[in-house]
């Protein structure tokens, strides 16, 4: 158990829709950070959010936002949903320092979004 | 981000060791060494991290040369709960480059009885 915590487990839901998925990181880390993976591909890094501020932007849709709250929370929402958004959605937390160690990163278990 | 390159697939025995080796060529000065461990439908996992020669921990531990041109995770004893993809990333953590994380194809662990 990595100490992350991300809901639901599973969705499915159909195509034009709009989901939030939401995660809590390890207590005490800042950094939350959110990876799409597909299958047959590789983990693709969505976004990044460190103490409520958006850090850094990947691969991410502009029908894809996310937020990270005072409590450190954060939620990605997923809109205008296609047949090529199922994926698993990871998100991670790296400890308390913006900059030592943020390789070392823990992932939650995942959402598994299911677009039919 | 430094290229890196590990073998596609690697096949083991239960309590054999297994060594992984990844190249990166053009690792920076200020790179570190970085190895994650997934299993299907999970979250990677962080195995172990390091700048040069050796780090152990009670998982695995992580050979570096002093060229640091390569490095190699050694798994000790290896059961069948072993069989994963590990991967190998190198980069500047202190550049804050956590949010450059790249996972290749990484290096599929197959373990036999």
Known sequence: DSGVTQTP???????????????????????????????DQGLQFLIQYYNGEERAKGNILERFSAQQFPD????LNLSSLELGDSALYFCASSPKSETLSSYEQYFGPGTRLTVT | LAKTTQPISMDSYEGQEVNITCSHNNIATNDYITWYQQFPSQGPRFIIQGYKTKVTNEVASLFIPADRKSSTLSLPRVS??????YYCL????????GNKLTFGTGTQLKVEL
Do not use: F, M
């Open chain 1, 72 to 75: 450190l929370h954060s939620e």
């Open chain 2, 90 to 97: 190198v980069g500047d953590i202190r550049a804050g480059g």
């Open chain 1, 9 to 39: 487990k599973h969705l499915i839901t159909a195509t034009g829709q709009r989901v939030t998925l939401r995660c809590s990181p390890r207590s005490g880390d800042l950094s939350v950070y959110w990876y799409q993976q597909s299958l």
């Open chain 2, 80 to 85: 069948l709960s072993d069989t994963a993809v």
